[in-house]
């Protein structure tokens, strides 16, 4: 994986007013911005938080490449939920392209929801 390359393991990214972030860095932040803006319609946390987004991986030129999963194989939005994030990150300033690949490893848990995502839930 590439050393600039996020991946969702902690769930966080620092906020744009504790640090002085580089251009790239800024990009990741308004990245993922735009996926906490794609939901799971039957879950009402962003998928962000639910930890379906597995890496984001940035180039110099703003092409960005997003490994995702969902919920479950027989997702009803298995065919809108990759084109919905792929919209929105496409429309982040500074992305030139977005290539979206949906995995099925690891199989998601919900051990893999943020703290806030449980706590959305209520399941703390």
């Known amino acids: 994986m590439p050393e600039d390359a996020i991946t969702n ?3 966080s990214v620092p906020s744009p007013a504790l640090s002085a972030a580089s251009p790239k860095e800024a990009l990741m932040e308004r990245i993922v911005e735009a ?3 794609c939901y799971d319609p039957e879950i009402p946390v962003d998928i962000w ?3 379906l987004i597995y890496r984001v991986d940035v180039s110099d030129g703003g092409d960005v490449e997003i490994d995702m999963t ?3 194989p027989m997702c009803p939005v298995a065919g809108e939920l990759p084109e919905q994030v792929q919209n929105a990150v496409q429309n982040a300033e500074g992305v030139t392209t977005c290539k979206i690949d949906l ?3 690891p199989p998601w848990r919900p051990d893999m929801m943020s703290d806030v995502a449980k706590i959305q839930l209520d399941m703390f």
């Open 9 to 11: 393991e902690t769930q």
């Open 35 to 37: 996926i906490k803006t």
């Open 49 to 51: 938080e639910l930890g």
């Open 70 to 72: 969902l919920t479950s």
């Open 103 to 105: 995995v099925w490893e």
